[in-house]
């Protein structure tokens, strides 16, 4: 949505002078007993503890630091610090230095979404959210949040998206792209209401595949290392749009953004013209979809840079982008600060200069709105 | 161009087709509950013979999960690929510029005319 400068509100930033916003900044719980005090009270004593609650995740450890060039806190004791637990050392250590001046709040969360526990999870979901709000969110206007859910009970996820719905410090629905179901599947279109109910994009994020309740991280199954797990994701994205457009969830939610995170872009021409293809045979199995599925992937998802596929030449990136509309479609993201697949700034020197203010600050406006721009204080 | 009596009228019961041969072309002439109507016998996708396909009836553009299965005796299912075509248009179901070749029909003394253009 472009509003005209002069009908702008006062109190809203100045978007021409934003240099760059980052979507994907995973912002970490180094102390779960500050959490606790947000967390519904019949629930917390599952969480007050140092380590968090007890969470299934993938049983791979990842290979080296994990952290790529992040600068690193000084070291507190015998502790390392986490390079982004602290919002004040992050935003003077990595959005000042790099001239970011919004970044949207994502976690370290995101295999929430398989917990087979449901109810700790959308505890968890409701603690951390509100204190992402206070900690993060409400002192500092460089950060924006994300309302996290656990899908895998959708009335709880739906709950928790109307107690966020008109927050401006919150700017879409985030949840993991693991879980039980391909997204789909009707159980699930509760949630995309509440999203369009609020004009919130949902982003989806790789994370939890394979773990909990969800499927192996593959259709053929579990990947023997982390190597292979992280090189397979984009298949958890390839399913979902496929699901999504199938079921008609964007022809009974016409203004639903989905945002896919860390998935990459060179399979989307695949999957957009295997899925044209098939459906000029195939559509009478699902005859809302009216369209070519091209059309509803092109209208409805959006994609992020981290981590950018590093082809070896950059006119396959060029004819990519274009292939994916990405003067429209892609947005900047660091994931700060799990840089081990490189500086996220250097990946993406290939975008053509016509391309960069787009992807670095105006594809961003666009998917999430005056949001981005107003203050983090309600009224 | 040229107008051609393909078959009598009592040749081509509702619900059936003949496939005759005018000016070089196959052409496909089916009955719709007494409607004439002839299509070329070549599909635009990669040129199968379109009008050997089953007559069938399709499920129409509806809302999400609603199944209307309509146009009962009036879509041709090509044998190769599946693409429906709508025989009273020879459009497509999925894209209306995508079309079988059609040509008009008469009847003419209890004969089928059926008119082609070079």
Request: aromatic share 10%; with cysteine.
């Amino acid at each position: 949505m472009v509003v005209p400068t002069t009908a702008r509100p006062a109190t809203l930033r100045d978007a021409t002078r934003l240099r760059a916003i980052d979507v994907d900044l995973h912002h970490q719980i180094s102390d779960w007993g500050a959490v606790a005090p947000y967390v519904p009270r019949g629930l917390r004593w599952r969480i007050s503890r140092k380590g968090g609650p007890p969470l299934a995740r993938h049983g791979f450890k990842k290979v080296g630091v994990g952290f790529g060039d992040v600068p690193m806190p000084p070291a507190n004791g015998g502790s390392q610090p986490h390079p982004a637990a602290d919002p004040v050392w992050v935003k003077e250590q990595y959005l000042d230095k790099r001239g970011v001046d919004l970044a949207i709040l994502t976690t370290q969360l995101l295999s929430l979404s398989v917990q087979p526990y449901v109810d700790l999870a959308a505890a968890i979901a409701r603690g951390v959210n509100d204190w992402t709000l206070e900690t993060w969110v409400r002192p500092f206007d460089c950060f924006k949040g994300s309302i996290l859910v656990a899908p895998q009970d959708p009335e709880q996820a739906v709950a928790e998206i109307e107690r966020h719905g008109e927050d401006p410090g919150m700017v879409q629905v985030l949840m993991g792209s693991a879980g039980e179901a391909p997204l789909g599947r009707r159980a699930f279109h509760p949630i995309y209401a509440a999203c369009v109910r609020y004009d919130l994009p949902l982003a989806l994020h790789i994370g939890g595949e394979g773990a909990g309740n969800s499927s192996p991280a593959t259709p053929v199954g579990h990947p023997s290392t982390y190597f292979e797990w992280y090189g397979s994701l984009p298949q958890s994205y390839m399913a979902h749009i496929m699901s999504m457009v199938t079921e008609g969830v964007f022809e009974k939610f016409p203004t639903l953004k989905v945002v896919l995170y860390e998935g990459g872009i060179f399979w989307l021409p695949h999957v957009m013209w295997r899925f044209d293809k098939n459906w000029k045979a195939q559509r009478s199995e699902a005859p809302w979809v009216k369209d070519p599925p091209s059309q509803y992937i092109l209208r409805h998802f959006y994609s992020t840079t981290y981590p950018l596929e590093a082809a070896p030449d950059p006119k396959y990136l060029h004819q990519t982008l274009e292939m994916i509309q990405a003067e429209r479609t892609l947005m900047f993201s660091s994931n700060y600060p799990n840089w081990e697949y490189g500086d996220p700034f250097a990946m993406i020197e290939d975008v053509p200069e016509a391309l960069r203010r787009r992807v670095m600050v105006e594809n961003a406006l666009a998917v999430y709105g005056e949001r981005l721009l107003a203050p983090n204080r309600r009224g | 161009m040229g107008t051609h009596m393909v078959a009598r009228v009592d040749e081509i019961p509702p619900g059936g087709r003949k496939i005759v041969r005018v000016e070089g072309r196959e052409v496909g002439v089916f009955n719709l509950n007494g409607t004439f109507y002839a299509l070329k016998n070549s599909c635009p996708h990669q040129g199968a013979r379109v009008c050997l396909g089953r007559v069938v009836g399709t499920t129409i553009p509806a809302g999400v999960y609603e199944f209307q299965y309509s146009k009962e005796g009036q879509i041709l299912r090509c044998p190769w690929h599946s693409w429906e075509y709508d025989i009273t248009t020879g459009q497509s179901v999925f894209d209306p510029n995508v079309k079988v070749v059609t040509y008009p029909v008469e009847i003419v003394d209890g004969q089928i005319a059926v008119t082609v253009a070079t």
